[in-house]
């Protein structure tokens, strides 16, 4: 086998890894990324590690550091609601602008895979019946003993932590990504 045949090799073995990983993601209750879109394109690439938002308040950053690896300055339209998601672990789509050693990633689409080893639901704030429901990419369901702080953010998008039965989440936790 030739050089150029291992690469390829190589090459399509790392693709289909790429999107099977990318697929089981998306079956595990995606919520930022559309059902059944999970998969990058051929023209993206995929990156999952934990948030970190850094920088002073005129100048904030957000980084991605993925395990082993150097920390990559994420940006693009979505960098203000990942900066919001620091210490979660995500998985982010789109392309680098710059190589090491100041490695930059513009995001076009993220999931979130867990916030304090926890799986998220996330979703708008919606009212119905005086009652705040999450609306998610999948489903509704209705926010049980959520905070009055929580319940106020309607159009929010945001992510809860809690113990689901039915239609219904108990909060545990709770946090902003977009304000409405």
């Given at each position: 086998?030739t050089?150029?045949?291992?690469?390829g090799?190589?090459?399509l073995?790392?693709?289909?890894l790429?999107?099977?990983c990318a697929?089981a993601?998306?079956?595990?209750?995606n919520?930022?990324v559309?059902?059944g879109d999970?998969?990058?394109?051929?023209?993206?690439?995929?990156?999952t590690?934990?948030?970190a938002?850094?920088?002073?308040a005129?100048?904030?950053s957000?980084?991605?550091?993925?395990?082993?690896g150097?920390?990559?300055t994420?940006?693009?339209p979505?960098e203000?609601e990942?900066?919001?998601?620091?210490?979660?672990?995500?998985?982010?789509?789109g392309?680098?602008?710059?190589?090491?050693?100041n490695?930059?990633?513009?995001?076009?689409r993220?999931?979130i895979?867990?916030?304090?080893?926890?799986?998220p639901?996330?979703?708008?704030?919606?009212?119905?019946?005086?009652?705040?429901?999450?609306a998610?990419?999948?489903?509704?369901?209705?926010?049980?003993k959520a905070?009055?702080?929580?319940?106020?953010?309607?159009?929010?998008?945001?992510?809860?932590?809690?113990?689901?039965?039915?239609?219904?989440?108990?909060?545990?936790?709770?946090?902003?990504i977009?304000?409405?």
């Amino acid at each position: 086998m030739t050089r150029s045949s291992r690469v390829g090799l190589v090459m399509l073995a790392s693709g289909l890894l790429t999107a099977a990983c990318a697929r089981a993601r998306s079956d595990k209750g995606n919520s930022s990324v559309p059902a059944g879109d999970a998969t990058a394109t051929p023209s993206e690439t995929v990156l999952t590690g934990k948030v970190a938002a850094v920088g002073l308040a005129v100048s904030p950053s957000t980084l991605l550091q993925v395990e082993g690896g150097r920390p990559t300055t994420l940006v693009g339209p979505l960098e203000p609601e990942l900066r919001r998601l620091g210490g979660a672990t995500v998985w982010v789509a789109g392309d680098p602008v710059t190589g090491p050693p100041n490695a930059t990633f513009r995001v076009t689409r993220y999931d979130i895979l867990s916030i304090d080893g926890a799986k998220p639901l996330v979703g708008r704030v919606v009212t119905r019946d005086g009652a705040p429901w999450l609306a998610t990419d999948r489903d509704t369901v209705r926010l049980e003993k959520a905070p009055a702080e929580l319940a106020a953010k309607t159009g929010a998008k945001v992510w809860v932590i809690g113990r689901r039965t039915g239609a219904e989440l108990t909060t545990r936790s709770y946090g902003v990504i977009r304000d409405p």
